[in-house]
């Protein structure tokens, strides 16, 4: 059973920065393409940014471009958010999300998620 747990949400002021941690644990020996994704209240589950967990391919939603930064340790298996310039519009819950093999953008390609981390951004 493969599992996520992130960590490292929080409430900050506009311009701030914070990171986000995801943890992979369990029986890990497939390799995985790691995402996050966000929800607002009342909203969907929005892409944010993925990984390509061999190649260290990555992509962003246009709305976090040059903002925020993923990455990953491959020997920790854990993946991070870093997030700078925060802007309240970048308030929500955080997912860390999981799939074995390739996965793109699409939330139902996913197939492990984390319990979510909330980051509150006070204008």
């Known amino acids: 059973q493969v599992q996520l747990v992130e960590s490292g949400g929080g409430l900050v002021q506009a311009g701030a920065s914070l990171r986000l941690s995801c943890a992979l644990s369990g029986r890990t020996s497939s390799s995985y393409t790691m995402a996050w994704f966000r929800q607002a209240p009342g909203k969907e589950h929005d892409f944010v940014a993925r990984i390509n967990w061999t190649g260290g391919i990555t992509n962003y939603a246009d709305s976090v471009k040059g903002r925020f930064t993923i990455s990953r340790d491959s020997a920790k298996k854990t993946v991070y958010l870093q997030m700078n310039s925060l802007k309240p519009e970048d308030t929500a819950v955080y997912y860390c999300?999981?799939?074995?093999?390739?996965?793109?953008?699409?939330?139902?390609?996913?197939?492990?998620w984390g319990q979510g981390t909330q980051v509150t951004v006070s204008s």
């Open positions: 999300a999981a799939r074995a093999g390739m996965a793109r953008f699409g939330r139902d390609e996913y197939t492990v």
